[in-house]
């Protein structure tokens, strides 16, 4: 069954087109205006192993804080919908990566159930031309759509383009690992039946 997934969300300040296939490669073409957050989004691509396409423009005229949010929306409705029932997966999933001298940890449950738990030891400030608070609302509006649990934890570091870099390549691979096939699952991985 194919796990893919289209969305559009237009509104008044912004325009977002993405594509999501849990079972690609990696494969990628991302141009939202905002540079850093393209960066970001590529590393989820490659080390979740997903095919990531994301067309989207927004007032940056004001700021990226739209755009930024509205592409985390996107994202978070692609992944429910491409999870489907969530049934025969592995459903947790955890990385920690290192970035030069950051170190991140993520985990993950695609539990059906909304919470976020952040903390990127990131000073408030800039990255290239983006607001390091947005990344929180990034996860916020992704965890909110596509239903589920992340904790986020910097455990080191001093440069804030490598603590946050560190933290989206793992919450690639825990992705890439909660979304895997079990062979040996035929329905969710709950004591409850559903999720």
């Known amino acids: 069954m194919a796990r893919r997934a289209q969305i559009e969300r237009k509104t008044a300040e912004t325009s977002v087109r993405l594509t999501l296939d849990l079972d690609g490669t990696g494969a990628n073409r991302i141009a939202t205006g905002v540079g850093f957050l393209d960066h970001m989004l590529t590393h989820v691509a490659v080390h979740g192993l997903v095919d990531l396409t994301v067309e989207a423009e927004g007032d940056l005229h004001v700021d990226a804080h739209h755009t930024v949010e509205d592409v985390g929306i996107c994202l978070g409705r692609a992944l429910a919908e491409a999870l489907g029932d969530r049934a025969g997966l592995e459903r947790f999933g955890e990385a920690t990566v290192p970035m030069d001298e950051a170190l991140a ?37 992704l965890v909110r759509n596509a239903g589920i649990t992340l904790h986020v934890r910097v455990l080191a570091g001093r440069n804030s ?24 699952r035929a329905g969710v991985a709950s004591t409850k039946g559903s999720l």
């Open 105 to 141: 940890h993520v985990a993950l449950d695609l539990s059906g159930r909304a919470h976020l738990s952040y903390d990127d030891a990131v000073p408030p400030g800039k990255v290239g031309d983006l607001d390091t608070e947005l990344f929180r609302e990034f996860f916020e509006a």
């Open 161 to 184: 383009h490598h603590k946050i870099e560190a933290v989206f390549k793992a919450f690639g691979r825990a992705l890439r690992r909660a979304a895997a096939a079990d062979p040996r």
